[in-house]
């Protein structure tokens, strides 16, 4: 099984590989003439560091280990990178490999946007919410004044490798903080996809997942890159409204995250919980059919996701609120929210919302 | 005297607004409908707090001042601007307006960069290096582990302002910091523009330089900023050859800089010091007539800037040839230097020079 995709993000081109194996260290450039060994860094976290080292086999290649978690996504980490950068020295020229999910991507993408003014980057994800989401589409940050990517750059990486292996030994809290994002990308795709999600969460709810399904998982991933490139090959850097429909559910998830405290939940369960809100949202507005609100919100239930309002993590729920229209704030004042339709999705703004309507809606007062 | 330029550097376009006075608030950014006020920060040091304030006037905007000087140009600098920025609600669309020399608008342009994964800038220059090279054309940048802009983006301002009045009260120091770019500027623009600075040196080392000189020196800016601004455009984030002419000099004076200790010398002082040695090496190699390599070092030295060599403030000699050998690590094994030719310059790569040579040469023991 492989398959390889490739984007045109602006003046960026990203090659997805999406395979069953770990890429080894020669080749894992294919631009460059030779082996590019002698100008990289390998950076992973204390969960990935066994895949670093096998991906590393015997060269010299200078290993920086971050702590991981959500909690590490700040500077410091990027500051390391940094240092074990230049003291592998490594130029504009250098490579930057990050192996591991979300929190070692983003990070080792953010240092090699800004490590000279930009070298090389190359990201193997080792997690599903990666592989579905973070590692693809240029979008760089790190965590500060405990606001989540609040610096950050638009860097895609050149290479990115999906080893679907890795997944094998994920533990279930991971699966279901990537599997929320791939059955956003699989409702925006419908379909086929929509069917062979359906049959996943039937497999999921049952916890015979795996080895039975990884056929479909591969081509359901594969499908939600393609997917996902399309969006962000559209509007690469988010200015206009198309990657807004990636954001389906995270409008609230945001708000959740923040009022539950960055790093207690994960970002899959939050916006698990976001896509259930957008259908009552949807409903009650009119523009999301019941039957469609129901069969989404089964779906994500399937999966085992806690969808009930209030969420027991989310703490006090006027500073959900505040989250909520903080985010408002840095948007000059409008909140768009991704609303399932008839067809596919719809993208609306919050001036068609009332308050007590978002009130009534998050203390669970509102019934599909 | 109001002179208008316009530059497209890449997806970029920063329009550069020369002058004699400050800018207002009330239109700092002509490109948007209504006032920015309500959604921007000031970003100052101490020695530009005042001008700052003239600028904001009467206005409710965060005002950020930092330290100042090169020893201030490291991550806690960005940290302040980017809590700045959160502490003000700035959001995507909010605006940093940097006001001061090359450290505040390297700092600025940098924290503009990365807040949110960038928001709009607007750069007010303050003193001549900031204006003929720092403002203009996208590099941003703070030192890290002792290295000059090892971190950094490209991120070219929409709106550059350059009040020459605020050159009035610039100290000595601060014009000879700036000057040197000006005349390797200069020297790249050659004939009208070459001659007036011949007209400018001389009046400097009469000590009489304004306000009889002062539309000479607006011309001068004016030409340089447009020199540089085509080049830039040419080659907007250097990875071709033409950006490299703008780094005449820098070879030598990077190496300069770093054997001095940061901030131990002005990067201008360095500079001119590396114009001189360029003249040295290019006539070595048979590639500079001696009329000319003198002709540019009566230049240089009318500036009153120190040219002999060993530089006073170099430190140890070994500590200098790391350095260069260092540069040449960095970029791949490559060291170029941009050598005055009999018609403008040349650009030759490092396996012209023998080691001997070089060493020769920073001994003093070089003669034209």
Same mark, same amino acid.
């Given at each position: 099984m492989i398959r390889e995709h490739r984007f045109t993000f602006g003046k960026f081109v990203s090659q997805v590989h999406l395979r069953k194996e770990l890429p080894q260290m020669d080749g894992i450039f294919p631009d460059e003439p030779g082996s590019p060994v002698f100008r990289s860094i390998l950076i992973c976290d204390t969960h990935t560091e066994a895949i670093a080292l096998s991906i590393k086999q015997n060269h010299d290649i200078p290993l920086c280990v971050l702590s991981g978690?959500? &909690? &590490?996504?700040?500077w410091p980490a990027v500051e390391r990178i940094l240092a074990a950068a230049k003291k592998g020295g490594l130029g504009r020229d250098g490579l930057f490999i990050a192996v591991g999910g979300g929190v070692v991507s983003d990070l080792s993408a953010f240092g090699a946007s800004v490590f000279m003014r930009g070298c090389k980057l190359c990201i193997v994800s080792t997690t599903l919410l990666g592989m579905v989401d973070a590692a693809l589409g240029g979008k760089t940050g790190f965590d500060l004044f405990g606001i989540k990517n609040l610096a950050g750059t638009f860097y895609p990486a050149r290479h990115i490798y999906l080893p679907l292996d890795t997944l094998t030994t994920l533990p279930r809290e991971e699966w279901k903080s990537g599997m929320a994002e791939l059955i956003k990308t699989a409702l925006l795709g419908g379909g086929e996809m929509e069917k062979a999600l359906r049959v996943l969460g039937a497999a999921f709810s049952r916890g015979d997942l795996l080895p039975e399904h990884e056929e479909l998982l591969f081509e359901l991933v594969s499908a939600s890159v393609k997917i996902k490139g399309r969006i962000v090959e559209a509007d690469p850097q988010e200015t206009g409204t198309e990657r807004a429909l990636l954001n389906w559910g995270h409008t609230f998830a945001h708000a959740l995250e923040s009022s539950a405290g960055l790093g207690n939940i994960s970002h899959g369960e939050a916006v698990a919980w976001g896509l259930v809100r957008s259908c009552e949202l949807g409903h009650h507005i009119g523009i999301t059919p019941k039957e469609r609100a129901l069969e989404i919100t089964d779906l994500v239930r399937s999966f085992g996701y806690e969808i009930t309002t209030p969420h027991p993590k989310m703490g006090d729920k006027k500073n959900f609120i505040k989250a909520l229209w903080g985010d408002k704030k840095q948007k000059a004042g409008k909140l768009r929210f991704v609303i399932p339709a008839v067809q596919g999705v719809q993208i609306i703004q919050d001036d068609l919302i009332e308050d007590r309507f978002l009130q009534s809606l998050i203390n669970g007062e509102y019934a599909l």
């Open positions: 978690g959500e &909690a &590490a996504k700040g």
